[in-house]
């Protein structure tokens, strides 16, 4: 893959920055939903299965969406597509706060998750403004928003959710995530400005499916990719049964797993604002992707043997720590090795491999969790192990310098 510079204009100082504190707005209203998806589709009287169908909906959608508007930014620009998506997923919140039932609930998360898979959209504008040696550390600085919101969101979704009336219990926690994505939308068009030129010579850009030929065949995008998709799977699946996992061990409720969540976003957001990317600087991205795995599997294991509470919380907060330190650095390595005329494009297929894992994830663990109540955190470390290895494997191929 070539690496010649695209034409841009000129960006400002602090524009990643900018991009970074306005997403917060809508990873905010993104955490409030997440921790109480599985209280939302028990209201519907929804067997186990058809609770991880609600929690993969979104990432069945944005399978399909992520590699579709990251090329689509490529040749059109990155503000107008963040601006189309966020709207779409404001106008779902809203749909969802009135599902008829539960197969509705799953048609609107679908539809949702198509319109706003839009990472690679984002790490694409932050790659277009950042030198390579400093994108590790602002992609840190991505996910550290993302954690906030889920420091933030999950209390309010547990202050205003109300589990004992049905599906409109939950509404006000989905007009408040509404909101907060229309505002977001706002401040895009207000504030952030356009990160590239709109190219007009479109003919040359391959298809999603040659795309992905192409980076099976690239020795280090193909490693990260698998590497993504097991790091995805493992945490995700962890991530849709631990309210139902709590639960059943310690008698938690949604408040308690809200809780939870929170310090687990205080954990992240340290370590991503002040330990990602000054290591990743120092050490090197493909070492530290390789500890941030070594330590989630520890932590799962560990997991087995909690006795609630105090141990619970903080092996999640080791877990998200882990977490931490790896994506920022997945997405650095592919910017550094990919034609930066198709950075939204390869980061899209990047994003998808982590939703079809976001698929397959809560599916495989809610099964191995109705067999054996450990079973999710026994699997998720198994998952990850391999990962180590691809991460040294991916490092040494790219050679990239410290």
Partial sequence: MTQVQPDRPPAPRFAAASLIAVIFINMLGFGIIVPLLPFYAKSFDAPPWQMALIFSAYSVGAFFGEPFWGRLSDRLGRKPILIWTISANCLCYLALAFAPGIWAAFLIRLVGGMAAGNGAVI???IADVTPPEKRARQLSYQGAAWNVGLIVGPSIGGLFAHTNAGPAGFRIPLFIASGLALLCVIAIALFIRESRVRETGFTDKPSRWAAMREAFRHPVIARLMLLTFLIG????????????????????????VG?????????????????TGRLSERFGEGPMLAAGMALT???????????GGVMTTALMCVTAMGQSVAFPNVAAMISRVADPHRQGQIMGLNNAAGALARVAGP?????????YINGPFVLAA????????????ASRRARLPR
Avoid: C, H, K, N
């Fill in 363 to 371: 599916l495989s663990v809610s099964l191995v969790f109705a067999a």
């Fill in 297 to 307: 599997v520890v932590a799962m294991i560990l997991q087995i043997f909690s006795t």
């Fill in 123 to 125: 790490q694409g504008y």
């Fill in 233 to 256: 799977f493992a945490f995700t699946g962890i991530e849709s049964v631990f309210g139902l996992w709590a639960q059943a061990r310690f008698d938690w409720g949604p408040r308690d």
């Fill in 259 to 275: 809780l939870s969540f929170a310090f687990v976003g205080v954990a992240a957001f340290f370590t991503q604002t002040l330990i």
């Fill in 382 to 393: 198994m998952v990850v192990a391999p990962a180590i290895f691809l991460a040294l494997s």
